[in-house]
């Protein structure tokens, strides 16, 4: 019987590049030492050529919902009146993570599998009061795409309103230019595209969100992003700092802007058309109606079970996949196009998939699997 290597195609975390896991099997070297401070000046100064700013890029030794929850209380007032797009789960979390810091909230409900359409926002910005529209750049719980640069066009000409964009499954597999497209505040995690274990989040502020830095009132510790900032600039973090992860993300980002910072967003690009075109052979759907380069989310076909699929895939092929959550479990199948994935990695988890829903008794021809992968290698190969 064939042996099935394991692979990790989640949306985050994602399979780690053989040199990141060197790094981080490194002998432990201190945070207060030249050798670390050196890097950390560098990481910094490189992680603003990433997010396509001049502002500066914080870390936090938190996961990704650490940087969208500094983003809150660094930018807020209890009683502070805010937008929050809602069209899947970390949508929700934002909304739920305001509401719990006493902001007053609006949530522009959007079906789930929908892009946000730009003229409702502009219909809740009739209310002059909003200070904050929050916007997931890619919801990853539907594989959505929103259009962050039209929603963000109309909060750049109103003083009062900051634009703030959950980026972390779009920085680094999707192009999201901070300072260009006038987003306020871009907050990203380091266990999606960039390649890393969980444990860092990052989030820049624009000038206008400094601002509004000045007037917060919420509680902050932790994540007081000036606090943060002042140590940076004397080389050194606010609390201890996540060596290893630091050291690792060094790699990264200087692979990233030796290779070209559009690397890895058309490596994504590439491993989502390239599943596109298995998924039609097989006669799959997609469920985003909008979908991104991150993710795809596979529509279960009615005949099977969706949580016997992920664990026949599981089990019998060492695939991890994620399913739907809340309203979509069962329903979609959501398979990562971010962190180091090779071309047999994309191309194995292709035969897997296929072999594994003719097991579930779905009409598929051994040729059609066949016919799956030579697709799919197909998008593969034309890449460069
Ligand atoms: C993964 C993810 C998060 C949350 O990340 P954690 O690191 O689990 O806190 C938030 N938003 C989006 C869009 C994500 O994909």
Redesign the pocket.
């Known amino acids: 019987m064939k042996e099935w290597p394991y692979r990790l195609l989640a949306?985050?975390p994602v399979q780690l590049p053989p040199e990141v896991k060197s790094i981080l099997a490194r002998d432990m070297i201190h945070h207060r030492t030249p050798e670390f401070s050196r890097v950390l000046v560098k990481v910094l100064a490189n992680l603003k050529k990433v997010f396509a700013t001049t502002q500066d890029v914080i870390m936090h030794a938190s996961?990704?919902?650490g940087a969208?929850e500094s983003a809150v209380v660094n930018c807020f007032s209890p009683g502070d009146e805010v937008l929050v797009i809602v069209s899947g789960k970390?949508g929700s979390r934002w909304a739920e993570m305001c509401e719990g810091y006493g902001l007053k909230v609006s949530k522009l409900e959007v079906p789930w599998g929908h892009a946000v359409d730009p003229r409702a926002v502009e219909k809740a910005l009739k209310n002059p009061n909003i200070m904050g529209v929050f916007c997931?750049a890619?919801?990853?719980s539907t594989a959505v795409l929103h259009p962050i640069k039209e929603i963000a066009d109309q909060v750049k000409d109103r003083p009062q309103t900051l634009m703030l964009v959950?980026a972390?499954?779009a920085i680094g597999s999707t192009p999201l230019p901070m300072d260009s497209w006038h987003l306020d505040v871009v907050v990203a995690?380091s266990?999606?595209a960039f390649m890393l274990p969980?444990g860092l989040g990052f989030i820049a502020l624009s000038q206008k969100a400094w601002t509004f830095y000045e007037q917060a009132k919420l509680p902050k510790f932790y994540f007081d992003a000036k606090a943060e900032l002042q140590a940076n600039r004397k080389g050194d973090t606010h609390f201890s700092s996540t060596v290893p992860l630091t050291l690792a993300l060094d790699w990264v980002l200087e692979k990233w802007i030796k290779d070209g910072l559009d690397t890895s967003i058309r490596r994504c690009e590439t491993l989502a058309r390239s599943l596109g075109a298995a998924m039609d052979v097989l006669g799959l759907q997609p469920f985003s109606k909008a979908p991104s380069p991150s993710v795809t989310a596979i529509v279960v076909p009615p005949e099977v079970d969706g949580s016997r699929w992920r664990d026949l895939l599981e089990s019998k092929y060492n695939l991890t996949v994620m399913g739907g959550q809340d309203q979509l479990k069962g329903k979609i199948l959501r398979v990562g196009h971010l962190g180091y994935i090779t071309d047999e990695d994309q191309i194995g988890a292709v035969e897997a998939l296929g072999l594994s829903l003719k097991e579930l008794s779905i009409q598929i021809a051994l040729k059609q699997i066949e016919r799956a992968t030579a697709a799919a290698a197909q998008v593969l190969a034309e890449k460069s």
């Open positions: 949306p985050g996961t990704g919902s969208m970390f997931q890619c919801e990853t959950d972390i499954t995690g266990q999606k969980t």
